[in-house]
């Protein structure tokens, strides 16, 4: 099943390896940051919080405010996607501080006067001084749920901290993240001002993950028939491979075809096969105890119940968002590996309409990066997000 994880995020593994062993709980207190040389602390006063989900585990985070800022100004609440991340949320290849793909939105949005609220995976401690980053016990109590409730108990908080019912609030989820914002507008929450997603499904998880595991390679083989001949060679696949959804594999032979061209027959026959592999995976997933850790013991990010989710939740993400009458504001590279904008647009008409507002950006990929996965996310791209975010929010907020 290890397998499967890659698919939802790649990333998950790089801090993975940081946990290895049993280690104390993070702690609660609510803090002023030290001083640290992230792009987040640009402009922007920063301090650290603490709040009790539903079932009482700690959530910890920060909040980042315009310098002035006088907890009136809008407000945007990050939601992460799939993966072990700490507030900071590192999802990028660079080498450069712009990989913490949080902490870069967070400068820019303070930079714009608006303020930003993000915060830990539970179970995931940021900065520990010990150098271990997970709490094992914490963390493997995840769920689809638990989830949910960790933003709610961080959107609450908000909401009281920024003007109570007349705050100024924007929920952001990158990915999955869009997601735990759905399940807030379904379990009747409080609409926000604005929902913002980047590479976030509107599609019922289930047809998503299907997607992943038994038709991307389908999908993306016939992407790299250049000439649209209705036949895929060897030499089309090593020119076109970069920029097709199957490039998150990182490898190239499984796509090169022993004949030197992959027929419409070829094709479909790969897809047959790998529906079966996925059936077979299904059931062997949904065999596990749902509260049995997820992948494992030694580093477990949820219960086995959350990903068993991944293969039986059927209801459209955005039929849940449907439930707020707030404007939409989704973002989509056309070079996405994990959720394609083909895909999305019709789920947005039929459940949201007017609502939505998609924007599709191309050459970007799941994190508005030219990488079909990982960020950094493309400068103009983020400028443009920003600002388009904050002129919704001054518009509809202001007194």
């Known amino acids: 099943m290890r397998r499967d994880l890659s698919f939802l995020l790649v990333a998950v593994t790089a801090l993975a390896a940081a946990c290895s062993k049993d280690i104390p709980a993070a702690e609660s207190d609510v803090e002023q940051l030290p001083p640290q040389q992230i792009l987040s602390d640009v402009g922007a006063d920063s301090r650290a919080f603490s709040v009790a989900s539903a079932d009482g585990t700690q959530?910890?985070?920060?909040?980042d405010v315009p310098m002035g800022g006088d907890g009136r100004e809008p407000v945007?609440?990050?939601s992460a996607g799939t993966g072990l991340f700490d507030r900071d949320v590192v999802l990028g290849n660079s080498g450069t501080e712009r990989d913490a793909m949080f902490a870069d939105l967070a400068r820019r949005?303070?930079?714009a006067g608006i303020a930003v609220v993000r915060y830990d995976r539970r179970g995931v401690r940021y900065r520990p001084a010990d150098g271990q980053m997970l709490d094992k016990a914490v963390s493997g109590t995840s769920t689809v749920?638990?989830?949910?409730?960790?933003?709610?108990?961080v959107y609450d908080l908000v909401r009281t901290e920024f003007g109570g019912p007349t705050a100024c609030i924007a929920l952001f989820g990158h990915s999955e993240g869009l997601q735990h914002i759905a399940g807030l507008a379904a379990a009747d929450a409080a609409a926000p001002d604005?929902?913002?997603g980047i590479g976030g499904p509107l599609q019922a998880p289930a047809d998503v993950f299907r997607w992943q595991l038994s038709e991307r390679d389908g999908f993306s083989l016939h992407q790299m028939d250049a000439?649209?001949?209705g036949v895929t060679t060897n030499e089309e696949v090593r020119e076109g491979l970069s920029g097709t959804p199957s490039a998150v594999s990182g490898k190239l032979q499984p796509y090169l075809h022993p004949s030197g061209k992959w027929t419409p027959g070829a094709i479909a026959r790969k897809m047959a096969g790998q529906k079966m592999n996925y059936e077979v995976a299904q059931l062997q997933a949904l065999a596990m105890p749902p509260t049995a850790p997820y992948p494992d013991a030694k580093t477990p990010m949820a219960q086995y119940i959350w990903f068993q989710n991944w293969y039986t939740d059927d209801v459209p993400v955005a039929a849940k968002l449907a439930a707020w009458n707030v404007p939409m504001l989704l973002y989509y590279g056309d070079r996405d590996s994990q959720v394609r904008y083909e895909f999305q647009k019709p789920v947005a008409e039929a459940f949201l309409g007017n609502r939505a507002e998609m924007h599709i950006l191309p050459g970007l990929g799941h994190s508005l990066g030219p990488h079909v996965l990982f960020g950094?996310?493309?400068e103009a791209a983020a400028d443009?997000?920003?600002?388009?975010t904050a002129a919704i929010l001054n518009e509809r907020c202001a007194s």
Do not use: H, N, W
């Open 59 to 63: 959530i910890t985070g920060q909040v």
């Open 76 to 78: 945007v609440v990050l």
């Open 109 to 111: 949005f303070t930079q």
């Open 145 to 153: 749920e638990s989830q949910r409730d960790d933003l709610g108990a």
């Open 194 to 196: 604005l929902v913002v």
């Open 227 to 229: 000439d649209d001949d």
């Open 376 to 378: 950094p996310m493309d």
């Open 384 to 388: 443009a997000l920003v600002a388009r």
